[in-house]
Each structure stands twice: as C-alpha cells, then as structure tokens.
C-alpha cells in the first residue's frame, strides 16, 4: 500500500472533520517516534527517535503544498488542516515554514498536535507559533509516572517539556495552547495517572502553565499495553468536578464516548487506499471509516473484506467496539 502526506479527513469532537497531514514520511515502519506510550493506539513503537537531527523522511514545503493542492480539493467541509499522523510532528525543524506554505494556498485554520517532548526547544517553539492552535499532550505533573506511561527515549527532559509550555503559552499570543490530558487505569499496579495525587499534581502542573483550553480524554482505543484500560465513568465525573472547579467550564472539555455522525462530502479516487491510509494513522471502528470518508456501508464492507484477506490489516476487539487497524 502506498502512504501518503495527506491522510484524509478525521472526525472529531475537538476539531470537527480535520484534513491529517504527516510532517514525516512513513517508510517501512507504523510510526516513528520519541516515545513509547504504553495508551498509544498504533501499537508499540519499534524505533525512537532520538532527536529531530537524527529524523530520516521530514516533508519538506514543496511535498506537502502539491500534495495539499491534489487532495483539498476532493473535500468541501474541512475545520482544520492538522498536523498529527503517524509520527510527532514536531521532530520536522521544517514544520513552521510548511505551515507558512500551506496558509499561501489554503485559508483554513491549521493545527499542530504534539507530544510536548520538543517544547523545551526555541526552534520548535516558534515552529508552533505559526499555527492557529496547538494541542499539546501533558499526561501528569509527576516526572515518574510521565516517564511510565510515556517511556521515551533518552535524553527527553519533563522539566523541559513544563517549562517549555509555559513559555510557548507566555509568549505565543496568537497561537492558542490547548493541553491534552489522557487518563488511564490499568488492571495491574502500573503507574497511572487517575488517582487523587495525580490529579492534583496535574492541576497544579497546569496552573503554572495557564493554558487556554484543557482537553481531558481517556483510553477508547486498544492501547499498546493490554494492562492499559478507560478510566470508569464514576471516576470521570469526579476528576471533570475538580477540573471544573479549579479551571471554570469555559477552559475545560472533556471528550466522552462517541463520534459525530455527519459525514464527508469527500470525492473519492480510490477507496481502498484511502481506507488503509486512514486505518494506517488511526485505527477505527467500520462507523467511524463511514463517518469519515463518507462511504458507503456496502462499499466500505467490500473493501475491509478485502484488505483483511490481503492481511494488510486486522481487527481488535475492545469495550468500545471492534477496531480495524494496520497488520
């Protein structure tokens, strides 16, 4: 299957029907990145990244603006043109003047979402200033449990990473910061971050920071660890009372269950390999292809069927349905 730059549009609660851009081309492996996170759903990763300088298949200005030009026009109802994939986004030291070339040929909005591992950098920071949002990932406010869940590779600083989201949301005053909080449970004693002291940590994390929106999320996904499950509901609207509390519900969202239902007004070159694209970035329910791509249920069950048959994917089954995702 042939991957490409431009992904095709994502549903979802935060941005609407997003068209996904990658800043790194994928070749020969799922993903590539800085870290390993246990929640992450592509799976495991089998190479970290150790810095930007060391990334093989950045996107440069050129690729992505041709791209952008052949397929924006096959869709009519985009939000956003967001930065995301298979690989953190931010290890392309090109990624500002990318987005200073996509904003000369389209006027849509453009998001960054980010890991938060690079922030610490100035280059990367001014990167990231040229979008019209960032939506960074701050897991907790305590180093152990953030490396826990987020094993990354050596050299990655959480001191860094605070530090440089404070500064990215003093400085960047035309860029709105939003921070992604992703909760989890496990069914073992692995370190998570849904417990009281977790959450007091991050809260006290992310008044330092002054974000102008948090986004507070759990597992839905198969994660990469099996150990890895949703925080349950009941301790949901706990942590959404505290957050509520201490932040005011105009900053605070938080993304339940579910997906909107409208669909693309996409036009369509060929199915199956915008199917395993979006698979290959995001693994998804048949509803969710549905929504997304606007295709179809007979068309769509043709072409999973034969793309399981090919192996070229697999289905998972978790509490939230049956995912299809890249073999």
């Keep these: 299957m042939r991957s490409r730059i431009i992904y095709g549009p994502i549903l ?33 990763v089998d190479y970290r990244v150790n810095a930007p300088e060391t990334v093989e298949g950045a996107v440069t200005v050129d690729e992505v603006v041709e791209s952008l030009r052949q397929y924006h026009r096959n869709i009519d109802d985009l939000d ?7 690989c953190e986004p931010t290890l392309n030291l090109g990624l500002g003047e990318i987005i200073r070339g996509v904003r000369e040929i389209s006027d849509k909005p453009i998001c960054v979402i980010t890991n938060s591992s690079l922030m610490g950098r100035a280059d990367v920071r001014s990167n990231l200033a ?9 897991v907790s406010g305590n180093e152990d449990t953030f490396r826990a869940i987020h094993r990354p590779v050596d050299g990655v600083s959480f001191e860094d990473i605070v530090k440089g ?10 860029t709105k910061l939003s921070i992604e909080v992703m ?29 102008d929106e948090i986004e507070i999320l759990t ?63 995001r693994p998804c329910t048949f509803d969710q292809i549905c929504a997304s791509l606007g295709i179809e249920s007979a068309e769509l069950q043709s072409v999973i069927g034969k793309l ?19 073999a």
């Design 165 to 174: 989201l404070q500064m990215f949301s003093s400085e960047a005053k035309k």
């Design 12 to 44: 979802s609660k935060r941005l609407g029907r997003s068209l996904g851009v990658d800043a790194i081309k994928v070749a020969g492996r799922k993903k590539n990145c800085n870290f390993d996170c246990v929640y992450c759903q592509l799976g495991s």
């Design 219 to 281: 597992v839905s996904r198969p994660p990469a660890e099996d150990f890895i499950v949703p925080v349950a509901d009941p301790r949901l609207k706990e942590i959404a009372h505290i957050f509520d509390e201490e932040f005011g519900r105009d900053r605070v969202r938080f993304v339940l269950k579910g997906l909107k239902k409208d669909r693309s007004k996409m036009k369509h070159e060929n199915v199956e390999e915008e199917v395993y694209d979006l698979i290959l970035r």
């Design 183 to 211: 909760l989890m449970d496990s069914t073992n004693d692995y370190p998570v971050n849904c417990t009281e002291q977790e959450i007091k940590g991050l809260v006290d994390v992310l008044k330092t920071i002054d974000p």
């Design 130 to 138: 040229e979008a019209d949002l960032v939506v960074a990932t701050l």
């Design 308 to 326: 399981l048959s090919l192996k070229s994917i697999i289905c998972v089954a978790s509490d939230n349905g049956n995912y299809y995702k890249v």
């Design 80 to 86: 956003y043109i967001t930065f995301s994939g298979t």
